[in-house]
Structure formats: C-alpha cells, structure tokens
C-alpha cells in the first residue's frame, strides 16, 4: 500500500539524560579546571622550552670563553631543573678547560645521573687522574672495565693510572691495546713510545725514541714528547742532547711554568754557565706570572735554600703572603739550619687552614734549640690537633715528620689518617713504606692487613698478608690455603710461587716446596727477594752447596729481620734431605 507523504511525524521522546539540567556553578567549575590543564600543559612545555634554550645557550658561551655569562646559564637551568645532566656536564667541562680540580663534583653528579654512560666514566676517571686522585681514578675503571675494555680510550686512561702505580709492564699492554684498537691515534701512539723508554732492551728504546721524536714535530703532542725526551737524555747521561732538548721545550708556544723550571733543573744539573742567567730569568717570569710558590718549592728541592730565602726577601710583602709561600720560606730558612731566626720567623705567624704546618715546623725549632724535648712534643701535639680530621693535613704531617727522620710522629699521623679521615688508605699505604724503612714486619702485617680488608680482592695485598703471616707465625693454615689459591690463579707468577714455596716449607712440606721452586724459570730464582726463600728451601732439602750460592744472591735483597733468620738455618748435616 502506498504511504501517504503528508503524514505528521512525531518527535522521539526525550531521554533521561537529555531531560537533565546541570547547574551554572558547575559548568562554570569545569571550564575553569579545562582552561586551567590546558594552561599547565602549556606551562609545562614552555618551561621544557625554556630549559633546552638555556642549555644550547650555555654551550654557545662555554665555547666562546664566556665564563660569566656561562655561569648564570647555568644556574637558569638548574633553576628550572635541579638534575639536568647537560648543565652538570656543561659545569665539568668548562672547569677542566680551566684545569680546576673542582670539576670532579660535577663530573661525579654526571656519573650518578647517567650509570649506564660509559663516556661520562671515561671522562671521570680522565679527569681524576688529572688531578692526582688515583685512587678514585681506579675505582672508576675497575667499575666500567666490564664495558669499555673494548674501547681504545679506556685502555689508554687504564694505562696511565697502573702507570702512576709504578707498574710499567701493565701499563705497556694497556697502551699497546690502545693503539691496536686505534692504530691512527698519535697521543696513543706517544704514550706507548714514551712507556718503552724504560725498556731494559736498548733497541726498543731507541725505536721509542725515535717514535717520541717523530711526533714531537705535530704541535699538540710537542710538549709532551719533549718532556717525556728530556727525562730520557737525563736519565742515560745524554746532556748535550738534554740541554738541547730542554731548550726546544721551554721555548714550545703554550708550555707550562713547569716546563721552564725543567730547563733550569737540566742546567743546574749540567753546570751550565748560563744558569744564574736564567735562574734570575725564571723568577722574574715568576713574579709577572703569579708563580714564586713554585719557584720557591723548585729552589728549595734543588738545594737552593739560601737563594730562594734571599730572593724572597726582596719581593715586595704582597707577593709572599699567603700561608703556602711563608711555609716555603720556613722550609728555606729549615734547609740550612737557621733555627733561631726561623722560630723567631714562625712566632708571631698565623696561618690559617695550614697553621698545623707552622706548629710542626715550630716543634722541629724546639727540639734543635732546646735540651728537653717538652715544648716540641707539646707542640708537635697541637699541630696533629689543628689538623683534626682532615686527611690531607695529616698525610702531610706524616710526610713532613719522615723527612726529618721522626718515625715516631710520622706513625701517628698516619695511624690517625686511618682512623678519622677519608684518605685511610693513602695512609695506609704510607705506613706500608714507613715500616718497611723500619724493617717492621709486625707493624707491616698490621697495616697489610686492614688494606686487605678494604680490598679483599687485591692479589698482592693478599699475598704480602701471608708472607707476614707466615714470618711472624700467624695463622698459617689460612695463608697455606691462600697462597695456594694465588699460585693456581696465576701459576706463572714468580712471587705467587715462592710465596706458596715458603707456604709448604712453614707447614713442613719441603719435598712439595722444592718441586715448585724448581719449576720456576733459572732467571726467576736469581731475583734476589726469590733467592732467599729459595736458599732456605733447599739448605732443608740438604742441597747445601746449591742453597749457599742462592744465599750470596740473596745478599742484595732488602730483607726483613725474620728473613734473614731464615738464611741462617742449621747446618745442613742436620736438615732433611730432599726425598723426605
């Protein structure tokens, strides 16, 4: 059927919903709290905005040499954002460029912030060793090695730290690594040279000569090469070449002041009729420079007191006022034995954070004036006081009382450094070489001991433990078992084996001692710290003729009291034999 098309159509009926009337109060609620998210969102990305902005801008006067306007940057944006790593990177970098060791903070904060960044820990540890903190240097590579062993710059910066150390061969490898990951790299390339300077081959050395002179012509790396050639000459004799090679340095664009003083150290050394003329050179330079505490420091190590206490005097006042200078000119006037005009040159002094140098120095007066030892004990006392508990003053103190041969004090500075300082371990290790001067085996084993504590790991602080524990009859059951651990751990180690040698000797396993000794190579057994334990070793097994040569070699040795007892065991008529 066909529907009609004018048929009314009627309106659906209204929903619930549809019937309900909001109030005006809330719509005029939720506008506002619309309005108001739009605007945080706003605020927000403005605020994001604005730290970016910030941040290329401290980049752009960070490269510009804009300190202050650098400065306020910064503080912008840490305003906006108090852990914006960009503004603690931008803060390191720009305190390294101006060689200020208080860039280390900032680089830590970056580290903490960004734990995963291996660039940053790089650049730590980098920055670390720059300024003499080894110790945190260390700790850095030790925890990034898992991930940067494959990189080039971290085996450089691992070198260099174990090269602090001493340890040349280590140090060697590192570089040698650095370079084969990245052949092109010349500061690599230089380091490595510089390293095998110190080879006991000569022909490796005058390959690293040659090396080290070849890029000593590229200008970034002149400076270094040429130092690194001035210590070589000096060392082999070579003066000709050492004054010639001093010359190029000092007159190198950029060189340091420690550049020129090691051009006059070469012409003191050689008796160079030019040196008074260029020492007068050096301290005028000094004087324009802000450098007379390094002037006075370098006449002072060179047995130079009397000139540097003159020189000092006829500067004007303002230039020789800070307390690190006064503590050179009491070391000039000390150098030569002038105590009275040195106590009455310290009296009346006061020198602030390094006042405890000024009571040391004050109780050295005491006692060489003075027949009762009183006033300088007292005095010595007020200076351990006045350093407290910082551990740079008291390491100080300790190396200051060695110096003069005061063993006593020195030990009680450092003990007091391990206990209420943050430099316990320096200390430590200061103590290690005091006791050794000393011939302190129970006092080595004591120090020994709590380094070990600290580094647990540390094979050789393990294996200096069970030597002392075993010459002073500690524990030798548990230094049997770690010297075996060592020895298994690296069996070509010659120390590791004679430790582990003596180990079996003490516990009366001599047959087992001998067969480790005698694996190890003949040249090994002829270093002369391995030779007396290896003389003892065989005295037991009978051998006596044997054990009586290894003893002459083992006269050149630095040996500890007991050790010496142990080269003075009963004749061999008494001793076991060697199938035993």
Not at 90 to 118: C, F, H, N, T, Y
Not at 344 to 357: H, N, P, Q, V, Y
Request: with cysteine; aromatic share 8%; glycine share 4%.
């Amino acid at each position: 059927m066909k529907k009609s098309t004018d048929q009314k159509v009627e309106p659906p009926a209204e929903s619930p919903v549809a019937r309900r009337r909001f109030p005006l109060w809330v719509i005029i609620v939720s506008i506002s709290l619309l309005i108001l998210a739009i605007l945080g969102v706003g605020r927000h990305s403005y605020l994001g905005w604005k730290e970016r902005r910030l941040v290329r801008a401290a980049r752009f006067f960070l490269g510009a040499g804009k300190p202050q306007e650098l400065r306020l940057t910064l503080d912008g944006v840490l305003a906006l954002n108090p852990n914006n790593i960009e503004a603690f990177r931008i803060s390191g970098q720009a305190r390294l460029k101006q060689g200020d060791a208080k860039a280390l903070p900032w680089l830590r904060r970056v580290v903490e912030l960004a734990p995963e960044s291996v660039d940053d820990q790089i650049i730590l540890a980098d920055s670390a060793l720059r300024f003499g903190q080894n110790q945190e240097a260390e700790k850095v590579i030790r925890d990034v090695e898992p991930k940067a062993r494959g990189r080039a710059d971290f085996q450089d910066i691992a070198g260099r730290a174990i090269q602090s150390k001493g340890q040349i061969a280590e140090a060697e490898a590192h570089y040698a690594e650095a370079v084969r990951l990245a052949p092109d790299n010349h500061t690599y390339r230089l380091h490595l040279a510089v390293t095998r300077l110190n080879s006991q081959d000569p022909a490796i050395r005058e390959k690293a000569r040659a090396e080290a002179e070849q890029l000593s012509s590229e200008a970034p790396l002149r400076a270094e090469a040429l130092r690194a050639l001035v210590l070589d000459a000096v060392k082999y004799m070579q003066t000709i070449r050492a004054v010639s090679l001093a010359s190029d340095l000092n007159s190198t664009p950029g060189r340091f002041f420690s550049d020129r003083l090691m051009y006059l150290e070469v012409l003191h050394l050689v008796k160079s009729p030019d040196f008074h003329l260029r020492l007068v050179e050096t301290q005028q330079e000094a004087e324009r420079n802000d450098q007379i505490l390094a002037m006075l420091f370098w006449m002072n190590g060179n047995n130079l007191s009397v000139l540097a206490k003159d020189w000092a005097q006829r500067l004007p006042p303002a230039l020789v006022s800070t307390a690190a200078i006064r503590l050179e000119i009491a070391r000039s006037y000390a150098a030569f034995g002038d105590w009275k005009k040195l106590r009455f040159f310290l009296a009346d002094e006061k020198w602030g954070d390094l006042d405890f140098m000024r009571r040391a120095m004050l109780s050295r007066c005491y006692r060489e004036l003075e027949n009762s030892p009183t006033n300088s004990k007292a005095t010595w006392a007020e200076a351990i006081n006045t350093a407290g508990n910082k551990g740079d003053a008291l390491l100080a103190l300790a190396r200051l009382a060695m110096e003069w041969g005061w063993d006593s004090e020195a030990s009680d500075a450092l003990w007091q450094a391990v206990t209420k300082s943050n430099r316990s371990t320096e200390a430590l290790n200061g103590l290690c070489q005091l006791y050794f001067s000393k011939r302190d085996t129970a006092g080595l084993y004591r120090a020994y001991a709590l380094l070990l504590d600290r580094n647990p790991s540390d094979a050789n602080t393990r294996n200096n433990v069970v030597i002392f524990s075993l010459l002073l009859d500690k524990d030798k059951n548990r230094a049997e078992t770690t010297a075996a651990e060592l020895h298994a751990k690296e069996p070509g180690n010659p120390v590791y084996a004679s430790t582990y040698a003596f180990a079996l000797y003490c516990a009366g396993k001599n047959k087992q001692a001998l067969e480790v000794m005698n694996a190890m190579k003949p040249a090994e057994l002829k270093d002369p710290s391995v030779a007396a334990y290896y003389s003892a070793i065989l005295e037991k097994a009978g051998l006596t003729g044997k054990a009586q040569e290894y003893r002459e070699l083992a006269r050149n040795a630095t040996l500890l009291p007991e050790e010496e007892r142990i080269l003075n065991l009963a004749p061999a008529k008494s001793a076991p034999t060697a199938t035993e």
